[in-house]
């Protein structure tokens, strides 16, 4: 599990948008997100939060990549269908997920099950995880992850 002060894990990071990233080496602040699934309510309403604020984050020096371990094909339709302005990059084998602690146990209506947790973390660009944020509920999250990184 990745906590704030760690150097983030050695991964390169392809997203939808054709760039990569290295989060140990990121070069510029990068905000990192995780979320459960393509086309949900709540992942929506996430993704179309930080496409808002995304000329925002650009002004002040910040990429913006999200997470989950859906395919790429299915992070294509979800971008074109709200016309999202981040890019999303697929872990499908659960790499990334798995380095930052984000696939945990869930529980719904007593079921027990293996998921994403939805979580955010600022990259410095040294590589340092300068902010972490766990268990995220998504009304004004990305307007506080904007204010963090004005704040690096």
């Given at each position: 599990?990745?906590?704030?002060?760690?150097?983030a894990p050695n991964i390169d990071v392809n997203a939808s948008d054709g760039s990569a990233v290295?989060?140990?080496?990121?070069?510029?602040?990068?905000?990192?997100?995780?979320?459960?699934?393509?086309?949900?309510?709540?992942?929506?309403k996430e993704a179309q939060d930080f496409t808002e604020l995304a000329g925002d984050f650009a002004e002040a020096g910040a990429r913006i990549v999200?997470?989950?371990?859906?395919?790429?094909?299915?992070?294509?339709?979800?971008?074109?269908?709200?016309?999202?302005?981040?890019?999303?990059?697929?872990?499908?084998?659960?790499?990334?997920?798995?380095?930052?602690?984000?696939?945990?146990?869930?529980?719904?209506?007593?079921?027990?099950?293996?998921?994403?947790?939805?979580?955010?973390?600022?990259?410095?660009?040294?590589?340092?995880?300068?902010?972490?944020?766990?268990?995220?509920?998504?009304?004004?999250?990305?307007?506080?992850?904007?204010?963090?990184?004005?704040?690096?």
């Amino acid at each position: 599990m990745i906590n704030e002060g760690d150097k983030a894990p050695n991964i390169d990071v392809n997203a939808s948008d054709g760039s990569a990233v290295n989060l140990a080496s990121p070069g510029a602040p990068l905000v990192l997100y995780f979320y459960p699934k393509d086309d949900t309510s709540g992942c929506t309403k996430e993704a179309q939060d930080f496409t808002e604020l995304a000329g925002d984050f650009a002004e002040a020096g910040a990429r913006i990549v999200g997470v989950s371990r859906d395919p790429m094909k299915k992070h294509d339709k979800f971008i074109a269908k709200y016309d999202l302005k981040v890019p999303l990059a697929s872990d499908e084998e659960g790499r990334i997920s798995d380095a930052f602690g984000t696939w945990v146990e869930k529980s719904m209506y007593g079921r027990k099950y293996m998921g994403m947790e939805r979580s955010t973390f600022l990259i410095g660009k040294d590589g340092k995880v300068a902010r972490a944020w766990r268990k995220v509920k998504v009304p004004g999250h990305a307007a506080e992850v904007l204010k963090a990184v004005k704040a690096l």
